[in-house]
């Protein structure tokens, strides 16, 4: 069910609030032991928010739209009661002490939370394998990876065990997993959406944002969410249009399709789906334009020089002493060598190794410096393609879902399938993920997604062109 016909049905006392809640609650306990997409299920606090939701329809209360909608959050974003490790055996047993802003909005609008999801740990990764309490399974495919870092929030969505997630993204991290499982995923422009209580891994790139089942439940959630917040300085308001939906509209849209994505690489079926995808937009009125955005294949090396040196300086402070893990030593040193070793995982420890060396003294010119200036290029280049038409159609990855352990020993690899994704971050752009195709591999149906990028502050331009897609 999507949010309004949730809302439609509490309000109409069709359904009452513990019914709903308890229905999940059974999807869980049956799909999750094989899916793994939730760290923790809080089945107690959300039968008891379920009833004072049904007390509020009783007396006759008015509720708002996203009251009593069952919501998963992924385990980086900080809600009190909750743990929250960041997928990491350093925060195994840290317990949030507060709200994060998103998560304060959600709770005042009466969304019920069901649990927090698995995740790459500290969101490092583009398959949930990176996870220090076991890899996530994606729900059309067990034997496949849902995607990463948002993984869990993707899985429960497309498993049927919540109506909607939170994730965050870095790279692709919503946007990835949402192809994956075949869920929309919404990464907001750059401060659209609070970051206070996220757990930072490269805070020039992270953004928290949606995963649902519908574009109207993505909008719905970010219209929550969204907005300017005193405790983070980056935060901006994003105010929403009050264009009508109609379909006139599509007939003036252009939009732009960069060659470059289209080039080597890509699996032939996720392009032949990509460009029917797109034939249905023209078919409808759309202006499709070729484009070319030719600083596309320097991104993924400017990411992956950017992000881990502000993961270096971001992961500092997990050294045994403020709070999470600490292991005992005989010096302070040790104490830091013993806690951040035991501590952190494979993939954590090598994006730190390499931000240090690109920050340090003799190197910082050549790496960080360089990447920040081939970073602007690439902003101007969006800004200049945008100067001539409404959004960007790409596909959303490279490859269908993969199988575990198929990318894990070649970091290089799995870092590819952010290709298509990074660009977005690296300029603070919004865009959206739709599934638009499934193909099908020893059996079974896999999803394909239709990747929707606008220029900044058109969040809601980006959600009204993706809700415009009928498959």
């Not at 060598?337 to 190197?363: D, P, Q």
Request: net charge neutral; charged share 25%; hydrophobic share 35%.
């Amino acid at each position: 069910m999507t949010i309004s016909q949730i809302h439609k049905q509490l309000t109409g006392k069709e359904v009452s609030c513990k019914e709903m809640v308890r229905g999940f609650l059974d999807e869980i306990k049956k799909k999750d032991k094989d899916i793994h997409a939730y760290l923790e299920v809080d089945e107690e606090g959300a039968m008891k928010q379920a009833e004072e939701v049904d007390a509020k329809i009783e007396k006759g209360e008015e509720i708002a739209e996203l009251t009593g909608v069952p919501i998963a959050v992924k385990d980086n974003i900080l809600t009190k009661g909750f743990n929250c490790t960041a997928g990491s055996k350093i925060l195994e047993n840290y317990k949030a002490p507060y709200d994060a802003t998103c998560i304060q909005k959600l709770r005042g609008a009466g969304a019920i939370f069901m649990g927090k999801t698995n995740l790459d740990e500290f969101a490092m990764g583009s398959s949930t394998e990176n996870s220090a309490f076991g890899p996530t399974k994606n729900p059309h495919n067990e034997e496949r990876v849902p995607g990463g870092s948002s993984g869990g929030s993707a899985a429960a969505v497309g498993a049927g065990m919540c109506v909607a997630g939170l994730g965050s993204d870095t790279g692709g991290s919503i946007r990835q997993p949402a192809a994956f499982c075949g869920v929309v995923g919404f990464k907001p422009t750059y401060g659209a959406v609070s970051r206070y209580g996220l757990i930072a891994m490269a805070s020039s790139l992270d953004q928290i944002g949606p995963l649902a089942n519908s574009v109207e439940d993505a909008r719905i959630i970010f219209d929550a969410i969204r907005g300017k917040d005193g405790f983070d300085a980056t935060s901006l308001d994003i105010n929403p249009k009050s264009e009508a939906r109609n379909s006139k509209q599509i007939q003036n849209i252009k939009i732009g399709i960069p060659k470059e994505y289209f080039g080597e690489g890509i699996d032939p079926e996720i392009k032949k789906s990509i460009e029917k995808a797109i034939k249905k937009y023209e078919e409808n009125g759309a202006k499709i334009e070729e484009i070319s955005l030719p600083h596309t294949d320097y991104g993924l090396a400017v990411y992956y020089i950017i992000m881990p040196s502000e993961v270096s300086a971001n992961l500092a402070r997990y050294d045994g002493i403020r709070y999470g893990l600490s292991k005992d030593a005989d010096n302070l040193l040790d104490t830091y060598i013993k806690t951040r070793h035991n501590g952190f995982g494979a993939e954590v420890r090598r994006r730190i190794m390499l931000g240090t060396h690109t920050l340090s003294s003799g190197y910082y010119d050549a790496y960080y410096l360089k990447a920040q200036k081939v970073r602007t290029l690439i902003k101007r280049e969006y800004e200049k393609a945008f100067s001539k038409i409404d959004v960007i159609m790409t596909p959303t990855t490279p490859t269908l879902p993969f199988e575990f352990g198929e990318k894990t020993k070649d970091p290089v690899s799995m870092y590819l399938s952010d290709i298509f994704t990074v660009g977005v971050n690296l300029a603070g752009l919004p865009a959206a993920t739709i599934p638009c195709d499934w193909i099908e591999k020893e059996g079974k149906k896999l999803p394909v997604g239709l990747h929707i990028i606008g220029p900044q502050k058109s969040d809601y331009k980006v959600l009204e062109v993706a809700e415009m897609f009928k498959n």
